[in-house]
Nanobody, 119 residues
Framework: QVLLVESGGGLVQTGGSLRLACAYS????????LNWFRQAPGKEREFVAA????????MYADSVKGRFTISRDNAKFTLWLQMDNLQPNDTAVYLC????????????WGQGTQVTVSS
């Protein structure tokens, strides 16, 4: 069981920055990756970024590459998403998710944090 709790969302102007946090706790022995997704009103949930649990290798959606940075602090059991040069189409609920080894689906999800970018 893995518990994920996001924080750090808010209202920011176009071009601004926010840093989201996802506190994780529980049993990590079979984790494959920690991930950020987002869901805007009326749209499907979309992948944003991922970090491999064993190697720290990262990957990003094309829409955020060069603007967002995923990282983690194992000492603080926290996953981060640094978001720079935010645009109105980045407005969404941002969720963190954990994928287990050998699985394609994401087994654990946080409750989400709202990010609103004003134009």
């Amino acid at each position: 069981q893995v518990l994920l709790v996001e924080s750090g969302g808010g209202l920011v102007q176009t071009g601004g920055s926010l840093r989201l946090a996802c506190a994780y706790s529980g049993r990590f022995f079979n984790l494959a990756s920690l991930n950020w997704f987002r869901q805007a009103p009326g749209k499907e949930r979309e992948f944003v970024a991922a970090i491999n649990w064993m190697t720290d290798r990262t990957m990003y959606a094309d829409s955020v590459k060069g603007r967002f940075t995923i990282s983690r602090d194992n000492a603080k059991f926290t996953l981060w998403l640094q978001m720079d040069n935010l645009q109105p189409n980045d407005t969404a609920v941002y969720l963190c998710a954990a994928r287990l080894q050998g699985a394609n689906a994401y087994a654990y999800w946080g409750q989400g944090t709202q990010v609103t970018v004003s134009s």
